[in-house]
């Protein structure tokens, strides 16, 4: 009996044994997802939710400004330096016991940073949370290939699972200023340890066990290559942005490149890779990486303005900020979901492409921002736009992890998982480089940013203030309509790549069966 081969019975006939060990077996399949709901949901929310509780924290331990830099980005740094080792590394020792261990290290590391008495003390614990979190994503999209082996429910699961990463991600401010209004700081790193108890106490039950049987012993030279490759490159992308001589931030790109070269040379002769390029020859996977990529620029720099506008030019607070802005990740959670139900009336790269299109029409609406249908044509924008990136993160992540075996299922879901993390960064720094441009160029040189404006505009008379103020806003919201200019463009362009690209061969989905036999 193949994955995608049900057994049919006729209204009122007894249910066969095969038919009952069928439904056993695909309830525990969607039960072992809602266990792996957990920790996609809390990761996302964890990356997002220290954007309130900074200020607090902060005060409490006395940190630096240098320090509050290292205390929201070390997390992000050692999940997007070590998330393709782990996917590798799960494949290898087994996906359930990697998630298993990173469940653990996750609680324990969350109440070591709740407690944190020092800023070098909570610095080390988000540092090594994100050592542990970066074992959580590639496990978990892993492990859905081979719960699910018919094509269908394996797309809806995926789909799951992107929308557990978006409603995160969107939440997460929303739910810290909640529990900062009734709890202190250490209540953001908490919420994660009941969950995480959950997931060790009924994972082994519920999840399969895979590991590959082609794995090798783990390359420690190619895990220390890939990993100061990465941490170089995202460092210098966020930091290009922020520093009015980029020196360093350049070098550390230079530096990273060519750490990174090193790093495919050495993959190219090992016989078994920690990063198997092979992957990159199926036309499929690379093109929906490199959409996957694109997006997330655009996403990540969107959002950046578009926050920033909110703020320092509709003068909102950040809590409300937050939750104006929360619909950008609660309509790409609606696209997500909606995917699979478009796939039944069209192929999947033309919904893809569809969304794509979309996504080109909302980043439109952010050109007609101005006067006082400002906020809702920049709400609408944002939500149209991220709407239609919903089945390329739905449909795309399953094409990428459809379009290889189940035993390299790890290494492509590490792969899509560090292509959404350099978007991201990539995003901050070309859109933001992008915007700076327009804004200095509108303001003739005299202000630097908005930000530099606002401060500005405190030292001088009322009305030189009021008007410098005035320029600053409007020359900013001009680089928010180039934004949506550019942003328009690219899904353009993507919405080309992914019709002229060709559709995955399907293969013949694992057997159900398996599933059972692989629990452990």
Same mark, same amino acid.
């Given at each position: 009996?193949?994955?995608? /081969?049900?057994?049919?019975?006729?209204?009122?006939?007894?249910?066969?044994?095969?038919?009952?060990?069928?439904?056993?077996?695909?309830?525990?399949?969607? @039960?072992?997802?809602?266990?792996?709901?957990?920790?996609?949901?809390?990761?996302?929310?964890?990356?997002?939710?220290?954007?309130?509780?900074?200020?607090?924290?902060?005060?409490?331990?006395?940190?630096?400004?240098?320090?509050?830099?290292?205390?929201?980005?070390?997390?992000?740094?050692?999940?997007?330096?070590?998330?393709?080792?782990?996917?590798?590394?799960?494949?290898?020792?087994?996906?359930?016991? !990697?998630?298993?261990?990173?469940?653990? #290290?996750?609680?324990?590391?969350?109440?070591?940073?709740?407690?944190?008495?020092?800023?070098?003390?909570?610095?080390?614990?988000? +540092?090594?949370?994100?050592?542990?979190?970066?074992?959580? #994503?590639? /496990?978990?999209?892993?492990?859905?290939?081979?719960?699910?082996?018919?094509?269908?429910?394996?797309?809806?699961?995926?789909?799951?699972?992107?929308?557990?990463?978006?409603?995160? %991600?969107?939440? %997460?401010?929303?739910?810290?200023?909640?529990?900062?209004?009734?709890?202190?700081?250490?209540?953001?790193?908490? $919420?994660?340890?009941?969950?995480?108890?959950?997931?060790? !106490?009924?994972?082994?039950?519920? &999840?399969?066990?895979?590991?590959?049987?082609?794995?090798?012993?783990?390359?420690?030279?190619?895990? %220390?290559?890939?990993?100061?490759?990465?941490?170089?490159?995202?460092?210098?992308?966020?930091?290009?942005?922020?520093? =009015?001589?980029?020196?360093?931030?350049?070098?550390?790109?230079?530096?990273?490149?060519?750490?990174?070269?090193?790093?495919?040379?050495?993959? !190219?002769?090992?016989?078994?890779?920690?990063?198997?390029?092979?992957?990159?020859?199926?036309?499929?996977?690379?093109?929906?990486?490199?959409?996957?990529?694109?997006?997330?620029?655009?996403?990540?720099?969107?959002?950046?303005?578009?926050?920033?506008?909110?703020?320092?030019?509709?003068?909102?607070?950040?809590? +409300?900020?937050?939750?104006?802005?929360?619909?950008?990740? @609660?309509? /790409? #959670?609606?696209?997500?979901?909606?995917?699979?139900?478009?796939?039944?009336?069209?192929?999947?790269?033309?919904?893809?492409?569809?969304? @794509?299109?979309?996504?080109?029409?909302? =980043?439109?609406?952010?050109?007609?921002?101005?006067?006082?249908?400002?906020?809702?044509?920049?709400?609408?924008?944002?939500?149209?736009?991220?709407? %239609?990136?919903?089945?390329?993160? #739905? &449909?795309?992540?399953?094409?990428?992890?459809?379009?290889?075996?189940?035993?390299?299922?790890?290494?492509?879901?590490?792969?899509?998982?560090?292509?959404?993390?350099?978007?991201?960064?990539?995003?901050?720094?070309?859109?933001?480089?992008?915007?700076?441009?327009?804004?200095?160029?509108?303001?003739?040189?005299?202000?630097? =940013?908005?930000?530099?404006?606002?401060?500005? =505009?405190?030292?001088?008379?009322?009305?030189?203030?009021?008007? &410098?103020?005035?320029?600053?806003?409007?020359?900013?919201?001009?680089?928010?309509? $180039?934004?949506?200019?550019?942003?328009?463009?690219?899904?353009?362009?993507?919405?080309?790549?992914?019709?002229?690209?060709?559709?995955?061969?399907?293969?013949?989905?694992?057997?159900?069966?398996?599933?059972?036999?692989?629990?452990?």
């Amino acid at each position: 009996m193949s994955g995608s /081969s049900r057994p049919l019975r006729l209204t009122g006939e007894t249910p066969s044994r095969e038919q009952e060990v069928w439904d056993m077996r695909v309830n525990r399949a969607w @039960l072992g997802l809602v266990i792996l709901m957990m920790p996609t949901l809390l990761v996302a929310v964890d990356m997002t939710a220290l954007l309130l509780a900074l200020p607090h924290l902060s005060a409490d331990l006395g940190a630096t400004n240098v320090q509050q830099l290292w205390i929201s980005d070390s997390y992000g740094f050692m999940v997007a330096g070590l998330v393709i080792t782990m996917g590798t590394l799960g494949d290898r020792i087994g996906r359930r016991r !990697l998630l298993m261990v990173g469940a653990a #290290a996750f609680a324990v590391l969350s109440v070591v940073a709740a407690f944190a008495v020092s800023p070098l003390m909570l610095i080390v614990a988000r +540092a090594l949370l994100g050592v542990a979190g970066a074992t959580l #994503a590639p /496990s978990t999209l892993a492990l859905i290939t081979n719960m699910f082996g018919d094509q269908r429910q394996r797309g809806q699961a995926i789909a799951v699972w992107a929308t557990c990463q978006f409603t995160g %991600g969107a939440l %997460g401010p929303v739910f810290a200023g909640f529990l900062l209004q009734h709890f202190w700081w250490g209540s953001v790193f908490l $919420v994660a340890v009941p969950a995480m108890v959950l997931l060790l !106490l009924v994972g082994p039950v519920l &999840l399969p066990e895979f590991r590959s049987e082609q794995a090798g012993r783990l390359d420690l030279g190619s895990v %220390g290559l890939s990993l100061a490759a990465v941490l170089l490159m995202v460092y210098g992308l966020k930091q290009l942005t922020v520093e =009015s001589v980029p020196v360093a931030p350049l070098v550390a790109l230079v530096v990273g490149a060519v750490i990174g070269w090193l790093f495919v040379r050495r993959q !190219l002769r090992l016989e078994t890779p920690l990063l198997d390029l092979r992957l990159f020859r199926n036309r499929p996977f690379t093109a929906v990486l490199v959409a996957l990529v694109f997006a997330g620029i655009v996403m990540a720099g969107t959002g950046l303005m578009v926050t920033q506008y909110l703020q320092s030019v509709l003068g909102f607070s950040p809590f +409300a900020s937050a939750m104006l802005f929360a619909p950008m990740g @609660l309509a /790409s #959670a609606a696209g997500t979901m909606a995917a699979p139900v478009l796939t039944r009336r069209m192929k999947r790269t033309t919904a893809i492409a569809g969304g @794509l299109l979309v996504s080109a029409l909302g =980043s439109l609406l952010l050109v007609g921002v101005h006067g006082a249908n400002a906020l809702p044509m920049v709400m609408i924008g944002i939500a149209v736009l991220a709407l %239609g990136t919903g089945p390329l993160f #739905a &449909l795309g992540t399953g094409l990428v992890v459809g379009s290889v075996p189940q035993a390299r299922a790890g290494s492509a879901a590490s792969m899509s998982e560090t292509g959404n993390y350099f978007g991201g960064s990539l995003g901050f720094a070309l859109i933001g480089a992008v915007a700076a441009v327009v804004y200095r160029s509108r303001m003739d040189g005299t202000s630097d =940013s908005l930000a530099n404006a606002v401060a500005a =505009s405190q030292h001088l008379p009322t009305s030189q203030g009021a008007i &410098l103020l005035q320029n600053a806003r409007e020359a900013f919201t001009t680089s928010l309509h $180039v934004t949506g200019v550019v942003a328009a463009v690219i899904f353009a362009g993507l919405t080309v790549l992914i019709l002229a690209m060709r559709p995955a061969t399907r293969t013949a989905p694992a057997a159900l069966p398996d599933y059972e036999a692989t629990r452990s």
